[in-house]
């Protein structure tokens, strides 16, 4: 399987991961009536255990699968309106809740936790990144604790600039700064769906209670999973009643074929033991930004948090398949979205590949929360690499975005 460099490679389900969902469907269908072979396809799928060593999770029961991403963020915020309800109730009293997260997370966080606070005049603080690094900085977290905040939720790796966020530092700072003052520890939870697959994940290096992932972005179904510690701060309630499915937590039949298709596209992971698969997206991405600044010219082009001078970045660590770069070569009144609309072979986005509205306002504020200027921002393409991007590949995609900017440029203005 080639796939073009940016042409929705995360969509793309690996070889083997769709032969091991086509087994359990067609295994399914033949045993369907039997409730004993039912439980050996899900007992022997080991789906739990395959995703809990993927981010070295020592107890699988800490796994819960869920339709996806926004599923597992949107679950993390609903115990918490679930919480606050039972205190606001028990005690007769108005809500003195605090949350803090990163200025620069996905819709499925920034959204529930707006939620909330409309809902319970909550206490909200958004961390915005360093402007040199595009990153968070532990200190800045720290800062805004106090003996109120329940809940801390940092994003592993930005979706539109790819740098990873220091979680681990941040995580040991909050556990240091609730163990010097004596109170309550806030739970610390982190949307990684962007990340599993091509950074390691270890939440006990991380530190944190809950973890999300999203099978398709790297390589599995269009399903996901939660982790959760079960000696969270923050209790995991029930998302749905019923069967008692996923240890009751989250009742419903088991998307038996989607859920042994994760669990594969996480052994995979496991077993990359020499990095082969990073490898092969960091070096086609090397490719990409090489031919991008060879056919454009190095001032037509700026790497966004790559360190780049004329952005005044510094440099930082980010995502080995991800390419945010800013277009400067381009007419003034022309946009991102005008070089996409001219290009032939490349599907790309100006933001989040997840984003289907094209929100250009969520964008731009993102790229400039983490140190982008404006001005950078709004010419900015998000271009991703994936496993078996080829050469030829990368090539073809150069080629396609500069013939699409040498026509703007020709043209001296954007409809």
């Known amino acids: ?86 205190e606001v109730q028990k ?31 909550l206490d909200v603080t958004g961390v915005s990144p360093d402007q040199t690094t595009g990153a968070v900085r532990p200190e800045d977290v720290v ?13 592993l790796a930005n979706n539109e600039t790819g740098v990873i966020q220091p979680l681990a530092e941040i995580s040991r700072a909050v ?9 309550p520890r806030p739970a610390i939870h982190t949307d990684a769906a962007q990340a599993l697959g091509k950074i390691p994940i270890d939440v ?6 809950f973890l999300t992932i999203a099978g398709h972005k790297f390589y599995g179904p269009r399903i996901g999973a939660l982790y959760a510690r079960k000696t969270s701060p923050l209790r995991l309630q029930a998302m749905l009643e019923g069967g008692g499915q996923e240890s009751g937590l989250r009742s419903g039949t088991e998307n038996t074929a989607m859920v042994a298709g994760l669990g594969r596209a996480c052994q995979l992971i496991s077993e990359d033991t020499d990095g082969q698969l990073v490898r092969a997206m ?38 080995p398949n991800t390419c945010s770069v800013a277009l400067t070569c381009l007419p003034t009144t022309c946009t991102g979205r005008d070089v996409l609309r001219l290009c032939r072979n490349v599907v790309a986005g100006v933001g989040s590949a997840c984003h289907s509205g094209g929100n250009e306002k969520s964008h731009g504020s993102v790229l400039t929360r983490s140190g982008v200027k404006p001005s950078a921002a709004n010419v900015t393409l998000r271009l991703s690499t994936g496993r078996y991007t080829a050469a030829d590949d990368v090539a073809l995609a150069v080629a396609d975005i500069v013939q699409a900017v040498r026509s703007l440029q020709a043209d001296h203005s954007c409809a």
């Open 1 to 86: 399987v080639r796939v073009c460099v940016c042409v929705c490679v995360r969509m793309c389900v690996c070889v083997c991961v769709h032969a091991c969902v086509r087994t359990h469907v067609l295994h399914f269908v033949r045993v369907c009536l039997s409730v004993h072979l039912w439980r050996w396809v899900l007992d022997n799928a080991l789906t739990d255990a395959q995703v809990a060593k993927a981010i070295n999770c020592h107890d699988p029961e800490e796994i819960i699968f869920t339709s996806g991403g926004t599923e597992a963020n949107s679950w993390i915020f609903r115990c918490l309106e679930l919480a606050i309800s039972e």
């Open 91 to 121: 005690l007769s009293t108005e809500c003195n809740v605090h949350i803090v997260a990163s200025s620069i997370e996905h819709p499925s966080v920034a959204l529930p936790i707006e939620s909330l606070r409309r809902r319970f005049s």
């Open 143 to 155: 800062a805004t604790l106090t003996g109120r905040t329940r809940l801390v939720s940092i994003m």
């Open 175 to 183: 556990h240091e700064w609730a163990d010097k003052n004596g109170t």
């Open 204 to 209: 006990c290096k991380l530190g944190v209670d």
């Open 282 to 319: 960091s070096e086609s991405c090397v490719l990409l930004r090489r031919g991008l600044e060879r056919e454009l010219g190095a001032d037509g082009v700026q790497f966004n948090c790559l360190g780049d001078v004329n952005l005044g970045m510094a440099p930082c660590r980010v995502l």
